[in-house]
């Protein structure tokens, strides 16, 4: 038996083999794990495979491709619950929706790794699949308990019907596509790749801050996910982005000597060129952020990973760390939006999981998300709402310094589950006024299902069905030219023109203004492009056909098949004897 096999559920379904992931291997961690020979050969074999899927997916590729051809009954893995991430869980996508497709007969997405087999503190997935298409058994779990003992208690509840790629049940968000009308908005922070660039108010004094000019602009506010769901830290980071090494040191030389002695030697020793060469900027700088947030006064923020789903504003002088998740919107009804309960349920289907945390991500949870459309009055009522949850939020903290974020979203699931609150809970909210954040939810809630021009009583099941169907039909309505802009003015200031206003919809739709639109000349937004075009054709094509619908033509044929060659390559669409291309839906 694989020594990280924990024992058979009592109920695990005969499989013809068996097989466990060694916990934390991702593809990000072949190399190191399993040493570059191997990984290597591996990549090699198998190179329509996402570079960042998990091993274990591997095992599930080869083992699904025997179930296609009969050449085994079914099979069964188990894998850290990182499996329904992104790039994993497109390797299981592509055997449930391939033309001889594989089905999960039974799965457990989220499951405590129990002492008595192991002492590893991880969470993982179990899957059952079988050839053909056919209904699942899937068991999530209710109730842990003693998990730190020989006799763990885990309750699981059953649910019946077809298991997607996420490992759940109901509506397919793993195959819903990025959307234009989104695009360029949504970014995470600057990834520094050197602690010396963070610094305390007194070493900034000490650099010249408050006296030499110019030195505001450099020196500046700096949040990380914990400033948010915690409290700030109060520390601010050097930002030298757009700066040569030589002006640094001539106009700055006191800053200079800082980074030369706490930056260079780190990067000196990266295994990046571009790091080490360009040592006194970020190691990310993040231009497509610093593009999208030039001329806003502030910006919607969201940890990437953590146990609440919260939006908030932040200033623009707040330079954001790589663990945000930052979306260039200014205007509070896109808060609202983004805090209701129908984005968020959104988000925890979507998004992927880290251990019990929820993960927040810009491909997954932004790009894709339909926002409703929206008539004038609904967008005043969501902009009031919005500011009223963001100031609101922020006075309660400001008045009681041992509050926090975490702390007053924990109070408020306490109260909508009807849980008696402990001393300390009442404390919390009695200084968060928890029952007022409460109600502002509440009303958020219901005007953005107005938005939508759906109940504000649907379930979760029903709000993903939804937006996934609202996802589709905006794909649809992209691949013909009709983009719902939340940002015109940036986002498409030359090859959109503002659609005359509309009674029901004044989200700012707009027409290409040819009958055909340009290629476009991002590559990310070149992917989005075709793979919306595929969604939208809903049979096979070739990239000629494709090419012809832009004004450029033959010119983009080449770079048109490139795409889908890749895409094909990487599991995002498949290919019909090499020469036509569909989605795998």
Known sequence: MH???????????EADFVVGNPPFIGGKDLRQELGDGYAEALWESRPYMPGAADFVTYWWDTAANLAAENKIKRFGLISTNSITQTFSRRVIARHLEARKPVSIVFAIPDHPWLKAADRAAVRIAMTVADSGIKDGQ???????????????????????????????????????????????LSCPGFKLH????????????????????????????????????????????????????????????????????????ERDHNNRESYRRNWWIFGEPRTELRAALKGLSRYIATVETEKHRMFEFLDAEVAPDNRLVCIAIEDAWALGVLSSRVHVTWTLATGGTLEDRPIYTKTQCFDPFPFPAISEEQKARLRVLGERLDSFRKERLAAHPVLTMTKLYNALEKLRSGEPLDDKDKAIHEMGLVSILKQIHDDLDAAVAQAYGWPVNLSDQEILEKLVALNKERAAEEARGLVRWLRPEFQAPKEVRAAPKQIE????????????????????????????????????????????RFKQGKRVEDRVSELLQIMAAIGQAQTENGSRYFTLR
Request: glycine share 6%; hydrophobic share 40%.
């Open 3 to 13: 020594k990280y096999l924990n024992p058979r559920p009592a109920k695990w379904p």
């Open 505 to 548: 919809a004044e989200l700012v739709e707009t027409e290409v203004k040819a009958a055909k639109p340009n290629f476009p000349r991002a590559p990310a937004d070149q992917v989005t492009t075709i793979r919306a075009m595929l969604s939208a054709e809903g049979k096979p094509i070739r990239a000629g056909e494709l090419a012809r």
């Open 194 to 265: 050197g602690a010396g660039f963070i610094v305390t108010p007194v070493q900034a004094t000490m650099l010249g801050l408050g006296r030499a000019k110019g030195l505001d602009r450099i020196i500046r506010l700096y949040r990380n996910g914990k400033d948010l769901t915690a409290r700030p830290r109060g520390v601010l980071v050097i930002d030298l982005f757009g700066i040569t090494a030589d002006q640094v040191r001539d106009d700055f030389p006191k800053l200079y000597q800082w980074v030369v002695e706490r930056v260079k030697p």
């Open 138 to 184: 899937l068991q999530e779990v209710v109730s842990e308990a003693d998990l730190d003992t020989d006799s763990p208690r885990v309750t699981l509840s059953e649910s019946k019907g077809k298991v997607l790629a996420d490992l759940t049940i109901g509506a397919n968000v793993a195959a819903v596509s990025e959307l234009h009308a989104n695009a360029q």
